[in-house]
C-alpha cells in the first residue's frame, strides 16, 4: 500500500504562484511515476503533469511553461511549483503514484486562482 498526502493548496490571485507537495509513504519503491492531476467542478479529472523516478517529465499543453514538477526521492515527495497562475486553473488538485500495475491517489488540495 501506499500512502499519498497533499499539501500546499490555498487562494492566489491570477498572475500569483502556489507549491503543492506530496508526501509518498508506504510500499512505493523506488521505481516509480510521480504526478498531478486536478479536477474542476463539473469536469473530469484531467493530467497535470507526471515525473518518473528517473526524473523525466511530462506536462499538459495547458501548463507547459507556467508548471514545474520536481522529486525528492530520498524523501519520497514530489512538488509541483505553479507560476502565472490563471483563473482556469482553478481546481482541487490530486497526487497520484504509479508503482508498476497500481496506482494510488491523494485526497487533493483545492487552489483556487481570483482574477
Known amino acids: 500500500q501506499v500512502q499519498l498526502v497533499e499539501s500546499g493548496g490555498g487562494l492566489a490571485q491570477a498572475g500569483g504562484s502556489l507549491r503543492l507537495s506530496c508526501a509518498a509513504s508506504?510500499?512505493?519503491?523506488?521505481?516509480?511515476?510521480m504526478g498531478w492531476y486536478r479536477q474542476a467542478p463539473g469536469k473530469q479529472r484531467d493530467f497535470v503533469a507526471f515525473?518518473?523516478?528517473?526524473?523525466?517529465?511530462n506536462y499538459a499543453d495547458s501548463v507547459k511553461g507556467r508548471f514545474f514538477i520536481s522529486r525528492d526521492n530520498a524523501k519520497n515527495t514530489v512538488l509541483l511549483q505553479m507560476n502565472s497562475l490563471k483563473p482556469e486553473d482553478t481546481a482541487v488538485y490530486y497526487c497520484s503514484a504509479r508503482v508498476g500495475l497500481l496506482s494510488y491517489w491523494g485526497q487533493g488540495t483545492q487552489v483556487t486562482v481570483s482574477s
Open positions: 515525473i518518473a523516478s528517473g526524473s523525466s517529465t
Open positions: 508506504g510500499s512505493i519503491g523506488s521505481d516509480n511515476v
